[in-house]
């Protein structure tokens, strides 16, 4: 007699067990890879939308001639070429407001 029931654990029983703790842990693995890479890809899109606010306010500090923000600007380590979409420049909003001093 067996004793408690008398299940029998065969060598496929095993082996079969064993390819599904490998199967859950390869799942497991694949899920914290998609996360991070989700998480990645949120932070880059994020910086892209904090880089392209600056711009907007170099734009606007450029037309009102706040000097001492576009230095900030630069020392943040964006380029004085910046430009929006539209091709508009720091210089070309500078000139456009008047603001001798940032030219």
């Given at each position: 007699d067996g004793g408690a029931?008398?299940?029998?654990?065969?060598?496929d029983d095993e082996l079969a067990f064993e390819l599904n703790q490998q199967e859950l842990l390869f799942q497991k693995c694949m899920r914290a890879r998609?996360?991070?890479?989700?998480?990645?890809?949120l932070q880059k899109q994020q910086k892209k939308e904090a880089d392209e606010k600056k711009r907007?306010?170099?734009l606007e500090n450029a037309f009102d001639g706040?000097?001492?923000r576009l230095l900030n600007f630069f020392g943040d380590g964006f380029d004085i070429e910046t430009?929006?979409?539209?091709?508009?420049?720091?210089l070309s909003e500078a000139s456009a407001g008047g603001a001798v001093d940032c030219i």
């Open positions: 029931g008398g299940a029998e654990i065969t060598g998609l996360e991070r890479e989700a998480k990645i890809k907007r306010e170099a706040e000097l001492d430009a929006d979409g539209y091709g508009t420049t720091l």
